[in-house]
């Protein structure tokens, strides 16, 4: 038997008739332009949020508040959060853990942001970032949650910024549902970034807390876990921090064979290394070729047979310009590298780039 | 003018081969000292721009309301008037040339922008961006070079229909926007090889009456209605604001490649046309206004249409910065950079325009059997 489901026709809201109607005088123009101009936050153009404040937290991490716009949904604690960011007038877009409770009375948000060496963008946001700039947000995502039924025993095990995610949890009261454990990794003491916080969970009891302070005792063995948390492998378990780690302790579990109860975070899933040439991928063409550093991208993919859009094949018309998925590019005229991850936007002339390394094109 | 390459003093002739692989070189180092300088600064400046704009039409079509009142009628009008002009030149005319693409900003990039114009971006970026700026000022591949309805190079030959160039170009300045739309979809052409059912061609033209029905709709009816009593006296306003823009932005862009002083070339000369070749075509084939600041912006920065040509999608708040260099280089290899103010220059263009519209004087030598190549590969 089945069940239909009733579907109620899309109800049209007052608001959006209202700005239909203005749209006829706002044309081409959307009205919600003109809105953004009083209340950037609520004109409806794109979800986004203002600073209010950036707390220091240690030498290198600080975490920024967040006020977010009309048509924030919220988030599950463990999840994380994609903000662009304007740095030196570039729309950069970054993922970070939120470190706030849901439904805070005040409807605000946290994230926590540690500066990592030559990192644009997280040394701008430590760094740089003043209270009242405007930031572009994405809806909470991520599947690094806790299940419904919270499991009674928990290990997390953190390194540096990885634990992020876990304040959230342990803000959201996790400790109070479950014996928790958190092993994180830091340089030193005073990098320990929600160091004082922690400590005062685990002086209250509700957690077991070990630290490891990596510039005294080294970085931990997985192996030591055997002695540091007899129980962690009957533990539902969440890792988080940098991709030797994970690797790692993916390695430990799954040869435990209880990789079932794994659970891992990876901030940044691909490391771009850009070279010469590579890999071009049309995926809505199907076509995927090889390409070397002298061949421009449109060259490429017109060899091969995909529809490429062009106009002056020298670079000034932007007639040509398609979006980069990921991947890296190299400008043939001045030899500048773009990069680009999922979610980054970028756009690029596909008749002045060739390839520098794997890049798969949305065409 | 006559094309560069038939003339009897090529200004140009005193050059190698080698010098003007030297230029474009230089020219490709002032691109790139913008390039490593590029950002928060004119982030800044255009968001600031945009901003204004938009403030201005809104506040001015808000006046109009009460455009009954004649104060209120001469405010609004001027105003919208100014928005409509910075919308097109400074704000559109620049992000479609993808000048502000790099911000990653969606939301001012070349691919979504639109602009107060019944001319479709998709449409424009094309016959402006990709046909303009790549053959620009060679005669029988720059279209607007006359915009194919006037004659406004020596070596155009003559019909009689020229002769009333001076009566088509008036027009064309009070319906520029139309013209430009007509011209993008190269309706006289299209029309005259019996393309009008070419699927394609059908589908560009809808676009067009898309744009022309609610840009009509906008400035005709709906604001109009809105003014309730004052419905005729905003009509008057808006047709006038957009008479003003037409005509100024007529005037500006005549100045860009008809004023006296400024070479066209021959089509034969760019086969196999080097990048540094190329950069001569745009700093022969282009000429400036000169002014305050304020003329700059209201003309969008073609005022430095030189310094445009040689990098359209440099930031064109970077265009003034630049034009010492330029010009410095202008001089150093002994090329005539042509500049002046802007009622010489409009003045200096519609004396071509009247001028051509007859035929040529015989007076002239005979002309050189074979077309000459841009550079001559022995020297002087």
């Keep these: 038997m089945t069940t239909t489901v009733p579907r109620r026709p899309r109800k049209v809201s007052f608001r959006d008739r209202l700005l239909r109607l203005a749209g006829t005088v706002t044309t081409p123009l959307l009205p919600q332009d003109y809105l953004d101009l009083i209340a950037p936050l609520h004109s409806g153009v794109a979800l986004r949020g203002r600073v209010v404040a950036v707390r220091p937290e240690t030498r290198d991490a600080a975490t920024v508040v967040i006020q977010p716009g009309r048509g924030w949904r919220g988030h599950v604690p463990g999840q994380y959060v994609r903000l662009g960011v304007d740095v030196d007038g570039v729309r950069q877009w970054r993922a970070y853990s939120v470190t706030s409770v849901p439904g805070s009375a005040d409807g605000r948000i946290s994230v926590t942001v540690k500066a990592i060496p030559d990192g644009k963008v997280s040394n701008h946001l430590v760094r740089r970032l003043r209270p009242g700039t405007i930031v572009q947000l994405d809806q909470a995502q991520g599947d690094f949650t806790l299940p419904a039924a919270t499991p009674e025993r928990v290990l997390f095990v953190t390194a540096g910024s990885g634990v992020t995610p876990v304040m959230g949890m342990l803000r959201a009261g996790l400790a109070e549902r479950a014996d928790v454990v958190l092993v994180h990794s830091a340089p030193t003491r005073e990098d320990v970034i929600f160091g004082a916080e922690l400590r005062e969970l685990a002086a209250a009891g509700a957690l077991r807390l070990v630290e490891r302070h990596t510039e005294t005792d080294g970085l931990l063995d997985v192996a030591e876990l055997d002695d540091l948390v007899p129980d962690h492998l009957d533990r539902e378990t969440w890792a988080c921090g940098p991709l030797g780690m994970l690797e790692a302790v993916e390695g430990y579990w799954a040869s435990r064979g209880v990789v079932d109860r794994l659970h891992t975070e990876r901030f940044r899933p691909t490391v771009i290394s850009p070279g010469e040439g590579g890999t071009v991928t049309f995926a809505r063409a199907g076509v995927t070729v090889e390409a070397d550093g002298a061949t421009p991208i449109l060259d490429a993919g017109e060899a091969a047979g995909v529809l490429m859009p062009s106009g002056c094949r020298m670079g000034i018309c932007f007639g040509c310009v398609v979006p980069l998925r990921e991947g890296a590019v190299r400008d043939l005229r001045n030899g500048d590298l773009t990069t680009a991850v999922p979610g980054d936007g970028v756009l690029i002339q596909t008749c002045v780039s060739a390839a520098a390394g794997t890049c798969d094109i949305e065409l | 003018m006559t094309v560069i390459q038939k003339k009897a003093d090529n200004p140009i002739a005193h050059l190698s081969a080698a010098d003007i692989e030297i230029i ?26 945009i901003k204004t704009q938009r403030t201005l039409e809104i506040s001015s079509r808000a006046v109009l309301l009460f455009s009954l009142f004649p104060p209120a009628w001469v405010v609004g009008t001027a105003g919208l008037a100014v928005a409509k002009i910075l919308d097109n030149m400074e704000i559109g005319h620049n992000i479609l040339h993808g000048q502000w693409d790099w911000m990653r900003d969606p939301k001012i990039h070349s691919t979504t922008w639109d602009w107060d114009h019944v001319s479709p971006a998709e449409q424009w970026k094309h016959s402006h961006n990709e046909l303009h700026h790549r053959f620009t000022n060679v005669v029988g591949k720059d279209n607007d070079l006359g915009y194919g309805i006037m004659r406004v190079d020596e070596d155009q030959p003559w019909h009689p229909m020229y002769l009333g160039q001076p009566l088509y170009n008036l027009v064309n300045a009070a319906f520029f926007e139309y013209g430009i739309a007509a011209y993008d979809l190269e309706l006289g052409h299209n029309l005259k090889q019996g393309r009008h059912k070419d699927p394609e061609f059908r589908a560009r033209a809808r676009a067009v009456g898309r744009k022309i029905r609610r840009q009509v709709l906008k400035d005709y009816v709906v604001h109009p209605l809105l003014s309730g009593p004052s419905f005729l006296t905003t009509l008057a306003a808006t047709f006038t604001a957009n008479l003003i823009r037409n005509l100024w932005s007529h005037s500006v862009i005549m100045c860009g490649h008809f004023p006296s002083g400024v070479e066209t070339f021959e089509k034969t000369s760019i086969e196999g ?13 282009s000429a400036n206004i000169s002014g305050s600041r304020l003329l700059h912006i209201m003309t969008g920065n073609l005022s430095y249409q030189i310094e445009h040509h040689l990098f359209p999608d440099l930031p064109s708040n970077r265009y003034q910065e630049i034009a010492p260099q330029v010009r410095a280089l202008f001089d150093r290899y002994g090329l005539k950079y042509t500049t002046g103010p802007l009622p010489k220059q409009v003045a200096s263009a519609w004396w071509k325009v009247i001028r051509l519209s007859l035929p040529n004087r015989r007076s002239k030598a005979a002309e050189p059997l074979a077309p000459a190549p841009l550079v001559s590969t022995t020297t002087a």
Excluded: F, N, P, S
């Design chain 2, 273 to 285: 046309e080097t990048k540094g070749e190329w950069y001569l075509r745009q700093m022969l084939g």
């Design chain 2, 24 to 49: 474009g070189k230089e020219l490709d180092a002032i691109r790139d000292r913008v390039l490593a300088d590029r950002g928060e600064r004119d982030a800044r400046y255009i968001r600031k721009v």
